[in-house]
């Protein structure tokens, strides 16, 4: 899998809840990352490049934004729905080709 930097994850983590990631100041962009996610992004990082993806296949289709999704639902613990909303994740979103709100929000976050 490809090494995904820091502020990378806090790019995602802003495009996620739609404020511009260089508009805040840094202190500012740490709390809303780590108040949406529940760790900072150099803990995404680090959690990234432990996944390997040669040991189990699965995870060779996996992109940071998924890592994201799943730490979102752990941390807020909302609704699939709620959370695929929040995400703005349906088909033409994904990156996945067909599929629906419902089936492609589950099967990456998990």
């Known amino acids: 899998m490809v090494p ?3 502020a990378s994850f806090e790019h995602l983590g802003a495009k996620m809840w739609r404020h511009s990631s260089v508009a805040a100041s840094e202190t500012t962009r740490h709390h809303r990352f780590r108040g949406f996610f529940g ?5 995404c990082s680090i959690l990234w490049d432990t996944l ?3 040991e ?3 995870l060779q289709r ?3 934004i998924h890592l994201l999704w799943t730490l ?5 613990y909302n609704t ?4 695929a909303a929040v995400v703005g994740c349906d ?8 599929g629906t709100l419902w089936s492609v929000y589950p099967t990456w976050m998990w």
């Open 52 to 54: 390997d993806s040669d």
């Open 91 to 98: 088909e033409k979103h994904s990156g996945l080709g067909s």
């Open 72 to 76: 979102m639902f752990l941390k807020q």
């Open 80 to 83: 699939e729905f709620v959370n």
């Open 39 to 43: 760790c900072s992004a150099d803990i």
């Open 4 to 6: 995904c930097p820091p």
């Open 62 to 64: 996996v992109q940071p």
């Open 56 to 58: 189990n296949p699965t």
